[in-house]
């Protein structure tokens, strides 16, 4: 019932900036938490950032701390992360994901991801 759909996504270079947006629809309720994941090749997918109904952000990797911004429309179920000073080490395929349940590090409904690659 529920869909989420990123986009965004792209080829820049280092140092460049990228926005992601994801929309959810179905039904889904504006309580829960919404956020984003990565996954880069060969590695294990890690949480970003989340985000409350109310608001409130948190941040999980310690590399884009200050690079990263991650917010959300309520109302339209649409979470945003704002990716600034990309490295190449942020290439991953990012997974939005809706409801997530942190003590699993995971989430009960996600997005089809989109790739982000940053180039040397």
């Known amino acids: 019932q529920v869909q989420l759909v990123e986009s965004g996504g792209g080829l820049v270079q280092a140092g460049g900036s990228l926005r992601l947006s994801c929309a959810a629809s179905g039904r889904t309720f504006i309580t829960d938490d919404m956020g984003w994941f990565r996954q880069a090749p060969g590695k294990e997918r890690e949480l970003v950032a989340c985000?409350?109904?109310?608001?409130?952000?948190?941040y999980f990797t310690d590399s884009e701390k200050g690079r990263f911004t991650i917010s959300r429309d309520s109302a339209k179920n649409t979470v945003y992360l704002q990716m600034n000073s990309l490295k190449p080490e942020d290439t991953a395929v990012y997974y939005c994901?809706?409801?997530?349940?942190?003590?699993?590090?995971?989430?009960?409904?996600w997005g089809q991801g989109t790739q982000v690659t940053v180039s040397s």
């Open positions: 994901a809706l409801d997530i349940q942190l003590a699993a590090m995971t989430a009960r409904y």
């Open positions: 985000i409350s109904w109310s608001g409130r952000s948190t």
